[in-house]
């Protein structure tokens, strides 16, 4: 392969995400991490050409566009900075548009960076429901909550499970969580625990729903030359696909549908066409750690089967034996805890995405998980109108 | 409005209000005043042969315009459902029920409360609404042009 086709993460840096973080302002936090990626990959400023801002919807935190706000405090002046958006997919968005920028050959290096505060408002629910069609649907309680309430009693009917196979993922994500210094959410809970949260949605328990974070990642990407010079085991990027799908959710649920809601069609389109690129044929054997968007329950075991790691409808089933567990388990699924336990919208897949590519570098700490060749991560935007997936491998694969 | 509170780790308090004037279009606005009317009205394309609910002024599959309106039926098959137990303000108090629901003849879903629905056994009430149950369209003694002039009620 070409060398200037190789792109690979030089350096990566994430704070602890809380609720609240009244010692920081956004722009602070952004600071806080593009200051921590360039350290961790031996860089200075200068050595980054260019920078992605990974920002999702601005609503939360009250200050419209805060990329702009950012600028002096990420190093960002006199260099091209371009900001990613695509809701929840925005930190994957931004990972693999940086991957471009540098596979052009345009850049050497790209810095990936962005924070979220969206505790910034109590008023979030309402924030949410503006994202809904104003004349259809704006009228009904609907959220990012009780959408995916809709979508999960349909997989749950669908496959025929129930509320505590369900909860199991929930289980296991606080307790992988355990391990991250990082996680908002972690501890050992029970699924007596899970089924005793207050109700939201139907069938979505409090425990079954990602919480609000507050905080800042980044990434340093850049090409073989870039990883000569700093990085003596980078992660490299060999796989990056995406796919969108109709704003409509009624489009996307009936029998003359293109785009199956249910089944979460888009995320099998982007990763059949993502393995090919890093061939992987067999994702079960070759692929030993996942972080999958997965801020609601249901997430984890769609993602599973639409990433070909099982059957489809499958994922519950094996899951109540063990087979996504970090020690012991088929693959390891989120060893982070994922974003059941930590969901900072507008940096989420970049997280996700920075605890894949650790993995991979052998710097994932108290995490890390033996062995690991290859890792994909992913992320899921709007009401699943936009998917991303990336994976990481410790050895460059062209394409 | 409170003090503020400029203490190192304090938060200052806004609060933003904004007002908007959405432009309703041609589409949106014969579905409403069809509401009025008593009617749900669909638009059709004859290229791509599909209908469409709510109705669209161009269809994403043929990318041609719309050509035809059709009424749809007031009866139709619950696709996706979910009784929202925590609600949030200026909606109606919860719990309500909600559904997408494909009326017969049209091919895309639509959502709304679903009404007349006992609520106080979840379960059971969310089993009533399972998708592949069907449901009547039900408008309301008074209708001003907004979707919620109708709503779904269980069909058994």
């Given at each position: 392969m070409s060398m200037n086709h190789t792109v690979a993460v030089l350096g990566t840096y994430q704070t602890e995400f809380k609720t609240h973080d009244p010692d920081h302002t956004f722009a602070e936090q952004a600071q806080i991490a593009a200051a921590g990626a360039l350290k961790d990959a031996g860089m200075t400023p200068g050595d980054v050409d260019a920078i992605v801002f990974s920002l999702a919807p601005t609503y939360f935190m009250g200050v419209a566009d805060a990329d702009r706000w950012s600028i002096d405090h990420i190093f960002g002046a006199g260099k091209p900075m371009l900001r990613v958006h695509t809701g929840g997919a925005t930190g994957g968005s931004a990972v693999q548009a940086a991957y471009n920028l540098v596979r052009s050959g345009l850049h050497r290096s790209v810095l990936v960076v962005g924070a979220e505060r969206i505790a910034e408002t109590p008023d979030a629910q309402d924030v949410l429901n503006l994202i809904f069609d104003v004349f259809y649907e704006r009228d009904m309680p609907l959220s990012t909550n009780t959408s995916v309430g809709l979508w999960t009693t349909s997989y749950m009917a669908r496959y025929g499970y129930t509320e505590e196979d369900l909860a199991r993922v929930a289980v296991r994500a606080r307790r992988h969580a355990t391990k991250n210094p990082h996680a908002h959410l972690k501890g050992l809970i029970t699924v007596e625990d899970v089924m005793a949260s207050r109700m939201i949605s139907t069938p979505l328990k409090l425990f079954d729903i990602c919480p609000r974070s507050s905080g800042s990642a980044a990434m340093v990407v850049g090409n073989m030359d870039m990883a000569k010079q700093f990085c003596s085991r980078p992660a490299f990027i060999n796989g990056v696909a995406s796919r969108t799908t109709t704003y409509w959710i009624g489009d996307r649920m009936t029998p003359t549908t293109d785009a199956d809601f249910t089944d979460f069609v888009i995320a099998g389109e982007a990763a059949s066409v993502c393995y090919k690129q890093a061939g992987i044929t067999d994702p079960l054997e070759q692929v030993q750690v996942t972080e999958f968007y997965d801020p609601y329950t249901v997430m984890t075991p769609l993602q599973l089967e639409r990433l070909g790691f099982c059957a489809p409808g499958t994922a519950l089933r094996l899951e109540k034996e063990g087979y996504w567990d970090m020690e012991g388990g088929a693959v390891?699924?989120?060893?982070?805890?994922?974003?059941?336990?930590?969901?900072?919208?507008?940096?989420?897949?970049?997280?996700r995405a920075i605890d894949a590519a650790t993995q991979v570098m052998g710097r994932a700490g108290t995490m890390q998980v033996p062995n690991v060749h290859n890792a994909v991560s992913s992320a899921v935007g709007g009401i699943a109108q936009f998917y991303n997936c990336t994976v990481f491998g410790d050895q460059p694969h062209g394409h | 409005m409170s003090e503020r509170n400029t203490e190192p780790g304090g938060v200052i308090n806004e609060v933003v209000t904004l007002r908007y004037d959405y432009s309703l279009g041609e589409v949106a606005g014969k579905f409403m005043e069809g509401l009025k009317q008593g009617k749900i009205l669909a638009t059709s394309c004859s290229k791509s042969g599909l209908t469409y609910l709510p109705p669209r002024a161009y269809c994403e599959r043929s990318f041609e315009p719309c050509d035809g309106w059709v009424e749809a039926a007031f009866e139709g098959v619950i696709e996706a459902s979910t009784i929202v137990v925590r609600g949030f303000q200026g909606k109606r108090n919860p719990p309500v029920a909600i559904a997408y629901v494909k009326l017969d003849g049209i091919d895309s879903a639509i959502g709304n409360y679903v009404d007349g629905l006992d609520l106080s056994n979840l379960d059971a009430a969310q089993k009533r609404i399972a998708p592949g149950?069907?449901?009547?369209?039900?408008?309301?003694?008074?209708r001003e042009g907004r979707i919620t002039d109708f709503s779904f009620v269980c069909a058994d």
């Open positions: 390891a699924v989120n060893p982070s805890g994922g974003t059941l336990c930590t969901n900072p919208i507008a940096v989420s897949g970049l997280v | 149950k069907r449901v009547k369209v039900k408008f309301g003694a008074t």
